[in-house]
């Protein structure tokens, strides 16, 4: 049964089929997430984002993992340098690394925080935006069996935490007036 896992933790040490790098639309691994996939993944990571980019905001691209233990890195552009994400942006932006793994046949993704730190998104927004979107890829079917978010410090998690269990709770609310 396909599931989504909420784990506080550093992305660059998942072990999965892929992870997604909250990406800028020129591809340039500078800080954050990005910095941390350049800095243990090494130089063949940009070096394939070179080729690839820039792309448009909203989109997703597939690389090489480099030296981390995920097979791939899915880049999720989820705003322009130098600029702010939008609810939008993200939203594209996560639903297009989830197509891209489910066209790879990838059967496992971790996530970080799209759109939140750098991005200036609201933390419990990005939260939002993003669970709803790994529900809808579940509920759609397709290879892949796992969405990790791997969140970057425990207020992050717990941001997470809470915008899952209140999800949980309405849709069983849902379920309890349809009886």
């Known amino acids: 049964m396909a599931r989504i896992v909420l784990q506080e933790g550093d992305i660059t040490e998942a072990a999965v089929d892929a ?7 020129d591809l340039l691994l500078g800080s954050g997430v990005a910095g941390a996939i350049r800095e243990r993944g090494g130089p ?7 080729a690839l980019g ?4 909203g989109a997703a691209v597939l690389t090489g993992a480099g030296e981390l233990p995920a097979r791939y890195v899915i880049h999720a552009a989820g705003m322009r340098l130098g600029e702010e994400a939008s609810e939008d942006s993200v939203r594209r932006a996560v639903r297009s690394s989830l197509e891209i ?8 993704i971790a996530l970080p925080a799209i759109g939140a730190g750098v991005g200036g998104l609201a933390p419990g927004r990005c939260a939002e935006i993003l669970l709803e979107e790994a529900r809808a890829r579940l509920e ?6 796992e969405i990790r978010f791997v969140l970057f410090g425990e207020p992050s998690f717990r941001v997470f935490e809470s915008v899952d269990d209140a999800a949980r709770v309405a849709a069983q609310m ?5 009886r």
């Open 54 to 57: 820039p792309i448009d905001v």
């Open 44 to 50: 063949s990571i940009q070096q394939e984002c070179d």
């Open 140 to 145: 759609a079917g397709g290879s892949l069996e």
């Open 101 to 108: 793994a489910c066209a790879k046949g990838l059967r496992s």
């Open 174 to 178: 849902q379920r309890m007036k349809g």
């Open 19 to 25: 992870i997604v790098n909250a990406a800028n639309s």
